[in-house]
Antibody, heavy 122, light 107 residues
Framework: EVQLVESGGGLVQPGGSLTLSCAAS????????MTWVRQAPGKGPEWVAC????????AYVDSVKGRFTISRDNARNSLYLQINSLRAEDSAVYHC???????????????WGKGTTVTVSS | DIQLTQSPSFLSASVGDRVTITCRAS??????LAWYQQKPGKVPNLLIY???TLRSGVPSRFSGSGSGTEFTLTISSLQPEDFATYYC?????????FGGGTKVEIK
């Protein structure tokens, strides 16, 4: 069974840091782009970052550039998101998602983890 | 950044109704668009990708169409399990962005 399980969330003060992890199983992890998507309470999803299977390419939404770093360890089938300089507006459930390749050359998020909650508050 | 505008944002419909949701992009995005369904307390579920390709296992009452800047998701005959919020997502360029969502509720 394909599965993604996130961990590492918590309550953090503004300006603080966290590292989120995502453990993947049931598929060949290194073959897939992986993404982080966050969803604040009562809001729609927001794409945060993605990383290619061989780690040679990554991208971020502007609001997190310079503060968040996506990485992966293919030997451990794990995805990470290092988040620094946290702000109140970063509070959300953070999901990791697998991005499967389609015939059009794009990578569509087809499997999602249940997420880990990050709350930024003093 | 490419903005996606969904309409309507809220829709009240009955079981058996035909429902159409529109997603308009602020720039041409070819057919690099996906549709997701999200039920309360659950993660988004991919329904349609590449604008019109039905994901395996998704009921055939769901269909997608469009290219360029205008896209539609159609549910041919609404079922009780279809009451949810639907989001479009473009994959044309970074940053990827989601539409604001369309909540489909029971009339």
């Amino acid at each position: 069974e394909v599965q993604l399980v996130e961990s590492g969330g918590g309550l953090v003060q503004p300006g603080g840091s966290l590292t989120l992890s995502c453990a993947a199983s049931g598929f060949t992890f290194s073959n897939y782009w992986m993404t982080w998507v966050r969803q604040a309470p009562g809001k729609g999803p927001e794409w945060v970052a993605c990383i290619k299977g061989d780690e040679r390419e990554s991208a971020y939404v502007d609001s997190v550039k310079g503060r968040f770093t996506i990485s992966r360890d293919n030997a451990r089938n794990s995805l990470y998101l290092q988040i620094n300089s946290l702000r109140a507006e970063d509070s959300a459930v953070y999901h990791c998602a697998r991005a499967g390749a389609a015939a059009d050359g794009r990578y569509y998020m087809d499997v999602w983890g249940k997420g880990t909650t990050v709350t930024v508050s003093s | 950044d490419i903005q996606l505008t969904q309409s309507p944002s809220f829709l009240s419909a009955s079981v058996g109704d035909r429902v159409t949701i529109t997603c308009r992009a602020s720039q041409v995005i070819s057919t690099y668009l996906a549709w997701y369904q999200q039920k309360p307390g659950k993660v988004p579920n991919l329904l349609i990708y590449a604008a019109s390709t039905l994901r395996s296992g998704v009921p055939s009452r769901f269909s997608g169409s469009g290219s360029g800047t205008e896209f539609t998701l159609t549910i041919s005959s609404l079922q009780p399990e279809d009451f949810a919020t639907y989001y479009c997502l473009h994959l044309n360029s970074y940053p990827l962005t989601f539409g604001g969502g369309t909540k489909v509720e029971i009339k």
